[in-house]
């Protein structure tokens, strides 16, 4: 049985805060962020993964006044309008995105787990905790992961160039050559793993299994309660989060209004 429930309101509250600390943490570097509904509205350039409000939702209804000004946050920096949904979110937010017209662009599903120290399983790679002077590296090994392994596009890059290094970011090496990465941030209690990527000719080697197990175990050291990840649907990462124990706890419903 799983260690909670999915209808836990105040559970979905905390990591949707989590999220949205994250959120106003990457903002850090040349992003922008304000507050909205107990959330964060995130920009960090036009297309990029960064820009969209989270976490948003939880604290209570959604006033006209507010969420008008939430989307000229969006509007007045050339971007559309883009919201991830928690399921247990206030009613009213479904309304609002229902009357103003906004279409669904992606289901991601919030797994969700206590954080042990697990044995290690067997894999190639040598996992590596990144010092600072590797962030870019790092980041271009994401990409890398993200882009099925091509060099990412100089746009992308300009947009991900943004992301300050968070205080766990780690590679993966097969034969001395960066062949996976993951990151973890600390939020509180609250362990968020993210950036899972895998270069393709590295797969199938348990090479995300692996950093999964060992962001839990750093979890587990930095005395958090909860590790929580965010996956597609049947995607790869969904399987490997499910086989390290992680259950699935709500769908996230990502939106978009364009002008």
Not at 41 to 70: K, N, Y
Not at 75 to 83: E, T
Request: proline share 6%; glycine share 10%; with cysteine.
């Amino acid at each position: 049985m799983l260690p909670f429930s999915t209808a836990d309101f105040q559970l979905a509250r905390r990591l949707e805060a989590a999220e949205a600390a994250n959120a106003f943490s990457l903002a850090a570097g040349a992003a922008e962020a304000e507050p909205f509904f107990g959330g964060c509205a995130l920009f960090g350039g036009i297309g990029s993964p960064m820009t969209h409000a989270l976490g948003i939702g939880m604290e209570g209804p959604a006033g006209d006044a507010e969420f008008d000004r939430m989307e000229e946050f969006f509007r007045s920096r050339g971007s559309a309008a883009l919201i991830d949904l928690c399921p247990l979110s206030h009613p009213t937010f479904l309304e609002q995105i229902t009357r103003r017209g906004y279409k669904v662009i992606e289901l991601n599903n919030l797994m969700l787990r206590r954080p042990e120290v697990l044995p290690d399983i067997p894999c190639e790679a040598r996992l590596i905790r990144c010092e600072p002077t590797r962030h870019e590296e790092w980041l271009d090994l994401m990409m890398r992961g993200f882009s099925e392994g091509h060099d990412p596009s100089p746009e992308m890059l300009t947009l991900t160039r943004v992301l300050p290094a968070v205080d766990f970011e780690f590679i993966a090496e097969l034969n001395g050559r960066p062949a996976g990465g993951g990151a973890l941030a600390i939020l509180g209690d609250i362990a968020m793993l993210f950036g899972d990527a895998t270069l393709p000719d590295a797969r199938g080697r348990g090479i995300q299994q692996a950093l999964i197990r060992h962001r839990l175990a750093v979890a587990a050291r930095e005395g958090c309660q909860w590790a929580m990840a965010t996956v597609i649907p049947g995607s790869g990462s969904h399987r490997n989060y499910e086989r390290q124990g992680f259950g699935f706890f709500y769908m996230r419903v990502n939106v978009m209004r364009e002008w």
